[in-house]
T-cell receptor, first 112, second 109 residues
Framework: NAGVTQTPKFQVLKTGQSMTLQCAQD?????MYWYRQDPGMGLRLIYY???????DKGEVPNGYNVSRLNKREFSLRLESAAPSQTSVYFC???????????FGQGTRLTVV | KNEVEQSPQNLTAQEGEFITINCSYS?????LHWLQQHPGGGIVSLFM???GKKKHGRLIATINIQEKHSSLHITASHPRDSAVYIC???????????FGIGTKLQVIP
């Protein structure tokens, strides 16, 4: 029962470096999401993919790109990391409207 | 004013106590979620509800749509209940989910 798997769990980047956060789910869910969690704030949606082949911006998309590689995988890319992107990132998936969401374990990213 | 307000922000309880965490929201919603975030960081969905009341083990969630308010109750609290509890509301479109900041609960033996 893997559920939603995120990699890596921890990462330190230097300003300007790039990296890709990987997310995979094994529940055959249609929708997948990337959120960031910052101190004193609720989770905020970066990008989402309502179904395979589609992606859309959420509340805070600037500085990020995504790829829905197939139904299982949804990656988040930082092209040129900035200290403001220091955060904990969560991937989530759900089967469809009015269903519960399943979250990955999170990626703690620090940009120095 | 945030769309989702939780109270209290921090809560310390003795083992065995009855605990209530509140969530108020200001927008029309299609569903409300209660989530649990463990100290290690993982997030687990506890409840999804759009009316009435749901119960799972020692956890009870209620919602009053007219008053735009939900409560999460924990009966006979235990140290393993120590976590951050997050309220989230879904409305304004399929993908629009607004999360509260969370309530940090510590249950002391």
């Amino acid at each position: 029962n893997a559920g939603v798997t995120q990699t890596p769990k921890f990462q330190v980047l230097k300003t300007g470096q790039s990296m890709t956060l990987q997310c995979a789910q094994d529940m055959n869910h249609n929708s997948m999401y990337w959120y960031r969690q910052d101190p004193g704030m609720g989770l905020r949606l970066i990008y989402y993919s309502a179904s395979e082949g589609t992606t859309d911006k959420g509340e805070v998309p600037n500085g990020y790109n995504v790829s829905r590689l197939n139904k299982r995988e949804f990656s988040l890319r930082l092209e040129s990391a900035a200290p403001s992107q220091t955060s904990v990132y969560f991937c989530a998936s759900r089967a469809g409207m009015n269903t519960e969401a399943f979250f990955g374990q999170g990626t703690r990213l620090t940009v120095v | 004013k945030n769309e989702v307000e939780q109270s209290p922000q921090n809560l310390t309880a003795q083992e065995g106590e009855f605990i209530t965490i509140n969530c108020s929201y200001s927008v029309g919603i299609s569903a409300l979620h209660w989530l649990q975030q463990h100290p290690g960081g993982g997030i687990v969905s506890l409840f999804m509800l759009s009316s009435g009341k749901k119960k799972h083990g020692r956890l009870i969630a209620t919602i009053n749509i007219q008053e735009k308010h939900s409560s999460l109750h924990i009966t006979a609290s235990h140290p393993r209940d120590s976590a951050v509890y997050i309220c989230a509301v879904r409305g304004g479109g399929y993908q629009k989910v607004t999360f509260g900041i969370g309530t940090k609960l510590q249950v002391i033996p």
